[in-house]
């Protein structure tokens, strides 16, 4: 019984470009003139398969457009999630404290998108956790501190508004001994 239904299974796992080509053969099949069909010499078997031929035209075309309502999705997923991060980087951007607006002030002022940190400090791990910078480097040490990069939004963002890094200070961290 399942040796039945292996052909419509492997049919379901086409890639959309397959799907198209079937569909656009099938179409042309069923919906040709008798004359085209006729120089084709395709005119008997698209009589004699016409229920198949329709059925392939009908399941191309729905498996096409579930294909493509699935990539769209997927984007409008992809750009709400986005946006969702973004909003939650720049409003914590506009919250920061003393010693958060002092780690990344060594980012902009250097103009560069890696600095060392402790990853046992609170501070830092607050700034991880709220997605403004990222661990991205495993090699590291306790005492040097490992690299941490500015995430694309925070960068950005504080091009753009460099005002809020303004504080009591003007001082720089990393904790880099160099």
């Given at each position: 019984?399942?040796?039945?239904?292996?052909?419509?299974?492997?049919?379901?796992?086409?890639?959309?470009?397959?799907?198209?080509?079937?569909?656009?053969?099938?179409?042309?099949?069923?919906?040709?003139?008798?004359?085209?069909?006729?120089?084709?010499?395709?005119?008997?078997?698209?009589?004699?398969?016409?229920?198949?031929?329709?059925?392939?035209?009908?399941?191309?075309?729905?498996l096409l457009l579930v294909a493509v309502g699935g990539v769209?999705?997927?984007?409008?997923?992809?750009?709400?999630?986005?946006?969702?991060?973004?909003?939650?980087?720049?409003?914590?951007?506009?919250?920061?404290?003393?010693?958060?607006?002092?780690?990344?002030?060594?980012?902009?002022?250097?103009?560069?998108?890696?600095?060392?940190?402790?990853?046992?400090?609170?501070?830092?791990?607050?700034?991880?956790?709220?997605?403004?910078?990222?661990?991205?480097?495993?090699?590291?040490?306790?005492?040097?501190?490992?690299?941490?990069?500015?995430?694309?939004?925070?960068?950005?963002?504080?091009?753009?508004?460099?005002?809020?890094?303004?504080?009591?200070?003007?001082?720089?961290?990393?904790?880099?001994?160099?």
């Open positions: 019984m399942l040796d039945f239904f292996k052909p419509l299974f492997e049919f379901l796992k086409l890639t959309p470009r397959y799907l198209i080509a079937i569909g656009l053969v099938a179409g042309m099949l069923l919906f040709a003139s008798d004359g085209f069909r006729g120089t084709l010499g395709l005119t008997k078997f698209a009589q004699d398969y016409r229920p198949v031929l329709g059925i392939l035209f009908l399941s191309s075309i729905v769209v999705v997927s984007r409008i997923k992809r750009l709400w999630w986005e946006r969702k991060l973004f909003k939650r980087i720049t409003k914590r951007l506009h919250s920061l404290t003393e010693d958060e607006k002092q780690i990344l002030r060594f980012y902009i002022h250097r103009n560069t998108r890696a600095n060392d940190l402790r990853i046992q400090d609170g501070i830092v791990n607050g700034l991880v956790s709220s997605g403004i910078i990222y661990q991205s480097a495993s090699a590291g040490d306790i005492v040097m501190g490992f690299a941490h990069n500015m995430s694309e939004i925070a960068w950005n963002y504080l091009h753009v508004y460099p005002h809020l890094l303004e504080g009591t200070t003007t001082k720089m961290r990393t904790d880099r001994y160099w």
